[in-house]
């Protein structure tokens, strides 16, 4: 069955909290990102915190997840490069990014890997489609991807699709880590120095390079509806966020 197929309603069961949003707005390092996963995805493994939804951007960096090949990091010496255990392969992430970390306990949810990932690809879909952007699957590809008639043909003569959003998740005791992440006005050419996620011969966009005068903020709160549509109610914690917890 392919991932477009599978049932995504990925709601907790009943009586289960809210998830928690968490939105930090100072640039993140990734060391400091993993601590906090780590801390928080033990502390909902052992029903000692709701769970959690994290929204963030780092600094310029590149990520290897357990996937990756050396071969496929392209200028190793221009930016970061930190070792994951997220599955995948490498990734990159910077300012104009929108990073979303999920850490979601499928033991409230449904044991299911591939309905988690094509969730979460929903959850993407219909964040861009809410801005006029149609996003797609591709079952050799995790991720979504936008067709770009406007560019020349691929040499097999498919029309051309770049890709807008990337997904790397990993689980403990059921519990997520990582996530997803939207490009919303990224520095495109960044992306040059890896080959994302093994994938040659496509592009990479974002919703200003497709022309939306869109913010991080209005990202923001698509992004939130479109998840509360398939992982159910959230609540908006402070804004000192996690980093500073």
Request: glycine letters at 10%; aromatic letters at 8%.
């Amino acid at each position: 069955m392919q991932r477009q197929d599978l049932e995504i309603a990925m709601r907790a069961e009943e009586g289960s909290a809210a998830v928690r949003w968490w939105i930090t707005d100072n640039p993140v390092s990734y060391p400091q990102a993993l601590a906090v996963m780590e801390r928080e995805v033990d502390r909902i493994a052992r029903g000692e915190a709701d769970e959690l939804v994290w929204l963030v951007e780092h600094p310029p960096l590149y990520t290897a997840g357990t996937s990756a090949n050396a071969g496929d990091l392209l200028a190793p010496g221009r930016f970061p490069v930190y070792e994951t255990g997220r599955g995948g392969e490498y990734t990159y992430h910077g300012p104009g990014q929108r990073v979303a970390y999920l850490m979601l306990d499928l033991k409230r949810r449904r044991r299911d890997v591939r309905a988690f990932v094509s969730a979460i690809e929903e959850v993407i879909i219909r964040t861009l489609g809410s801005m006029n952007v149609r996003g797609e699957r591709r079952e050799d590809r995790v991720g979504v991807w936008v067709r770009r008639p406007e560019k020349p043909l691929l040499p097999d003569g498919q029309v051309c699709e770049d890709k807008i959003a990337a997904i790397g998740i990993r689980l403990r005791h059921w519990v997520s880590f990582h996530g997803l992440s939207i490009n919303v006005e990224p520095e495109l050419e960044h992306f040059s120095g890896i080959v994302p996620c093994g994938i040659s011969g496509y592009g990479v966009t974002s919703l200003v390079d497709l022309g939306l005068p869109v913010t991080m903020g209005d990202v923001d709160i698509a992004l939130r509806a479109a998840f509360e549509e398939v992982f159910g109610p959230t609540i908006r914690c402070p804004d000192t966020g996690p980093a500073e917890a």
